[in-house]
T-cell receptor, first 115, second 110 residues
Framework: ETGVTQSPTHLIKTRGQQVTLRCSSQ?????VSWYQQALGQGPQFIFQ???????GRGNFPPRFSGLQFPNYSSELNVNALELDDSALYLC??????????????FGEGSRLTVL | EDQVTQSPEALRLQEGESSSLNCSYT??????LFWYRQDPGKGPEFLFT???AGEEKEKERLKATLTKKESFLHITAPKPEDSATYLC???????????FGTGTSLTVIP
């Protein structure tokens, strides 16, 4: 069984740039959620994708966007990067059944630094 | 208003010294409470799911319990490899998001 994989593991961007983070779901999972974790904080929900559509969004501006592909992999795009976007970005996959997200299984994260 | 509060923020234990971590929540319509372990610079690792008051789950030296307002993660005779941050999360109502606490950083000293 293949776990959740994320790329890249680390990246550095400058303010105003755009970034794309990628995630491959765990085998058998059909739902992908993205979370942002600032240093010393718990993960904060960005959004969830199910059946290639956004299915729930946290308190993040529209410059945070995403995609889910037919193979259940996903991308997180962030435009017009700000210094406060520096964080660990976590992708989590799960098996959604009867409207229930189920347990989240996380990847190792992508550490984004915005200068 | 914080919906999930974890205490203590940090805990140092001697190897073999048992203790408990607390997660209190102020949500309605709890669908599940989840415990995760997170090592520095890594993603959270799933430990337990609890769904209803009175439920208990165990895994090696860890035992999680749930009441109507809080959950405890009991660590029995911890070892240095149990050192990590332990995160609690709740899922509530009809939403899809998990609400995480800020975690308890556990250090077990040999």
């Amino acid at each position: 069984e293949t776990g959740v994989t994320q790329s890249p593991t680390h990246l550095i961007k400058t303010r105003g740039q755009q970034v794309t983070l990628r995630c491959s779901s765990q085998s058998g999972h059909n739902t992908v959620s993205w979370y942002q974790q600032a240093l010393g904080q718990g993960p904060q929900f960005i959004f969830q994708y199910y059946r290639e559509e956004e299915n729930g969004r946290g308190n993040f501006p529209p410059r945070f966007s995403g995609l889910q592909f037919p193979n259940y992999s996903s991308e997180l795009n962030v435009n017009a990067l700000e210094l406060d976007d520096s964080a660990l970005y976590l992708c989590a996959s799960s098996f959604r059944l009867a409207g229930n997200t189920g347990e989240l299984f996380f990847g190792e994260g992508s550490r984004l630094t915005v200068l | 208003e914080d919906q999930v509060t974890q205490s203590p923020e940090a805990l140092r234990l001697q190897e073999g010294e048992s203790s408990s971590l607390n997660c209190s929540y102020t949500v309605s319509g709890l669908r599940g409470l989840f415990w995760y372990r997170q090592d520095p610079g890594k993603g959270p690792e799933f430990l337990f799911t609890l769904y209803s008051a009175g439920e208990e789950k165990e895994k090696e030296r860890l035992k999680a319990t749930l009441t109507k307002k809080e959950s405890f993660l009991h660590i029995t005779a911890p070892k240095p490899e149990d050192s990590a941050t332990y995160l609690c999360a709740v899922q509530m109502g009809t939403g899809n998001q998990f609400y995480f606490g800020t975690g308890t950083s556990l250090t077990v000293i040999p």
